[in-house]
């Protein structure tokens, strides 16, 4: 085997490895951490199949490995992408044109949701996106006093807040032009990872479940392990399913759209994802365009149709900012024609994932 046969034979062997490991039901990060570059393993993958063309695409002996393995993970990373291209179904409808009508719009909310990065100095580009889009809530994530004080030119604008600023890059700040009839900041598996729930009262007096969420993830610099951001998400997931009613759950989950945990939240929870049909919105990480994935997201329940989702400019944070407008839609007008629903032994996994972090 020649040197350029070789180093392409060890190449096939990381990437198809690198796709696979999180098969692997551990939550060490050094392996969770393999659920979010799959974009980037598509493209290394396909790279890695054009240079055996090139340099030798014979099938024979342990060089098998680089064309068999390259194919298995382009079959697999496609599967996992394939959702959120315009080739799928939409699993959230686009609202009828309802251009003048007054029930649609007192039905109608305007999320913006941004992750802004705490030492971020850019906090005139967060009042400019507010005075751009005018979103009805605005949850900011990632907030200190600092950002609270900056940001105090808005609250004129937003009467109904939820503040809960804090030092380690795990502050809260909800804005509400919608009153906010109760609210709580909850501590649901770390003492200082704080994550809010509000009910919204829209102008058509429909009360909407808010679920402001940001876990910690699982990384060499944060946690060793996804445990608890897994078992954070499925109390939300849980709790929604069960509390029903028009739902909401927003934020940076630290987890990427495709997961193992995201769609086993989605299935526990049966709730919704506007970008399913429609495209990534990678929104993290904006400073590094190879180094991007979907990792702020908006999930909904089956009361509610879209209007817009755009992902914003960063403004200096290392994510984009999320903006989605939906409508509450009365039951006849819902249009959904598969909502997710707990599979095989998926609560029996839910409980244990968040047994296993309160333990801790």
């Known amino acids: 085997m020649h040197t350029a046969e070789y ?20 939550d060490y990060w050094w392996i969770r951490i393999w659920d979010f570059p799959h974009l980037q393993l598509t493209l290394l ?27 298995a993970t382009l079959c697999y990373q496609g599967w996992l992408i394939y959702p959120f291209t315009p080739f799928h179904r939409k699993q959230v409808v686009r609202v009828a044109n309802r251009t003048g009508n007054d029930e649609s719009a007192d039905n109608t909310i305007r999320l ?12 005139d580009h967060v009042r400019h996106l507010v005075d751009k889009h005018k979103p009805d809530v605005l949850l900011l994530l990632e907030t200190n006093q600092k950002w609270q ?22 502050g809260m700040l909800l804005y509400s032009r919608l009153p906010i009839r109760y609210h709580e900041v909850r501590f649901l598996i770390q003492d200082d990872i704080p ?20 876990p910690m993830p699982p990384s060499p610099t944060e946690h060793y392990r996804s ?21 909401i759950v927003a934020g940076d989950l630290n987890d990427v759209a495709w997961s193992h945990t995201t769609r086993l939240f989605q299935r526990v929870s049966g709730l919704l994802d ?60 819902r249009v959904v024609e598969e909502v997710p629903q707990p ?9 244990e994932k968040i047994a296993e972090a309160k333990e801790n």
């Open 195 to 214: 994550s809010v729930y509000a009910q919204l009262e829209l102008p058509s007096s429909q009360i909407i479940n808010f679920y402001g969420v940001h």
């Open 7 to 26: 180093v392409l034979l060890v190449y096939a062997i990381v990437i198809t490895v690198a796709s696979f490991l999180n098969f692997i039901r551990l």
């Open 45 to 71: 993958a396909a790279i890695g199949l054009v240079c055996w063309f090139v340099i030798n695409h014979t099938l024979t002996g342990y060089y098998t490995i680089v064309p068999v393995g390259l194919l």
């Open 274 to 333: 506007p970008r399913i049909g429609r495209g990534l919105y990678n929104t993290f990480h904006a400073w590094y365009f190879f180094l991007r994935w979907p990792l702020d997201h908006v999930f909904v329940s089956t009361h509610f149709q879209l209007q817009k989702i755009l992902r914003l400019p960063n403004g200096g944070s290392d994510h984009f900012p999320m903006f989605i407008a939906l409508t509450y839609v009365s039951e006849p007008e």
């Open 112 to 123: 913006l949701v941004a992750n802004v990065l705490m030492d971020n100095s850019r906090m």
């Open 149 to 170: 004080d900056a940001l105090a030119p808005i609250a004129a604008s937003y009467p109904h807040q939820v503040l809960h600023p804090l030092e380690n890059t795990y």
């Open 227 to 247: 445990t608890e951001r897994d078992a954070e998400l499925l109390l939300v997931g849980k709790e929604a399913r069960k509390r029903g009613g028009a739902t």
């Open 343 to 351: 599979e095989k032994d998926d609560l029996e996994e839910a409980h």
